[in-house]
């Protein structure tokens, strides 16, 4: 019975969605000059130049040590280690906290 009643909803279901769809062609593709030309059209009254901005290439005061990503991939392994304890002290504190 549960079978019949999964296959009547399924079938229900997909005859609903396939009458909401468009009886557009779907095999027209979109044209570039309908998808850009707002775009471009955007960007007419722009007349302005990218700057460039000093203080992003300009290095940040005590960042001058360089890692190595084997160095970087164990600090965030102990900073991940780190995390797992607190987390495990504070279930254990929780549980704990229950308990009593």
């Known amino acids: 019975m549960k079978k019949l009643l999964t296959a009547a909803f399924i079938s229900t279901f997909t ?8 009886s557009d062609d779907a095999a027209t593709e979109a ?4 998808v850009e030309l707002p775009a471009d059209e955007a960007m007419e009254d722009v007349t302005a130049e990218p700057v460039a901005d ?16 084997d160095q970087a991939a164990d600090q965030a392994g ?5 995390a797992a304890a607190a987390v495990a002290a ?11």
């Open 15 to 22: 005859l609903a969605l396939a009458a909401c769809g468009s």
């Open 31 to 34: 044209e570039a000059d309908t």
């Open 54 to 69: 000093p203080a992003a290439t300009t290095p940040t005061p005590g960042a001058t040590e360089t890692t190595t990503p």
């Open 78 to 82: 102990a900073d991940a280690a780190e």
């Open 90 to 100: 504070a279930a254990a504190e929780g549980a704990e906290d229950a308990t009593q």
